[in-house]
């Protein structure tokens, strides 16, 4: 196991060339909370998959966020992920590099999920933007690896709405690498409580394309 740990965290980095929202760390009493619901088109079989996650960070110093990652289906949880991370290198560089580990419990096996997150600022076309990548590998208790990785390109419409262009890829132990392209808008309708809307789009490696609704909050 310590082996496959070790060629996750080597492979992590390369496994995409871009930049994560997760770099940046939570202010120290911050909280954010999104909870996101999807429903996938019927499959052959005529059964529309619909799935769940709930994701909470709270800053518990200016340089530590912690964190809690759950997600599952309408008959059970698939991923109950607690997790630290902490930013490397120096505050004032325009590219932000984080670290996390993670501990808990994936498709009922106990795991742990080392992860790699890089951001940047960017301004395209007039307005404030950025660039993210977040990289995890999934170990599980009996050895297997399973690598996911996020790349994401956030742009900031206005006072109250965002556009996401998101590719999301994997390699799931004894599955099939997947892509999927993932953009949405999202919609502030207070202060502190945003709307999100957006679809999937398989790219590559199967599955179906699926709409999602999610809230977002800040406190």
């Keep these: 196991m310590l082996r496959r740990l070790i060629l996750a965290l080597v492979v992590l980095p390369w496994l995409v060339g871009a930049a994560s929202a997760g770099a940046w760390p939570r202010g120290k009493g911050q909280t954010f909370l999104a909870t996101t619901g999807q429903v996938d088109a019927p499959d052959e079989t005529g ?28 008959l059970r949880m698939t991923k109950a992920i607690a997790f630290a991370r902490w930013p490397i290198g ?36 007039g307005r404030q933007g950025w660039a993210a990548f977040d990289g995890r590998a999934v170990v599980s ?14 742009l900031n419409l206005g006072a109250r709405g965002k556009v996401l262009a998101q590719i999301q890829t994997g390699r799931p132990a004894g599955g099939r690498t997947y892509a999927r392209f993932a953009p949405s808008y999202i919609h502030e ?20 394309r699926g709409v999602k609704l999610g809230l977002w909050r800040s406190f």
């Design 47 to 74: 059964i529309a998959r619909q799935s769940f996650t709930l994701y909470a960070e709270y800053g518990a110093t200016e340089r530590l966020t912690l964190g809690l990652d759950l997600g599952g289906d309408a």
């Design 90 to 125: 120096r505050d004032a560089g325009s590219l932000k590099i984080a670290v996390e580990i993670g501990l808990g419990e994936v498709s009922e096996q106990s795991a742990v999920r080392p992860g790699l997150s890089l951001g940047r600022g960017l301004t395209l076309w």
């Design 141 to 154: 208790d009996g050895g297997e690896v399973t690598l996911e990785s996020d790349v994401t390109l956030g």
């Design 189 to 208: 309708t207070k202060p502190n409580a945003h709307l999100e809307f957006g679809v999937i789009l398989p790219l590559s490696g199967g599955g179906e």
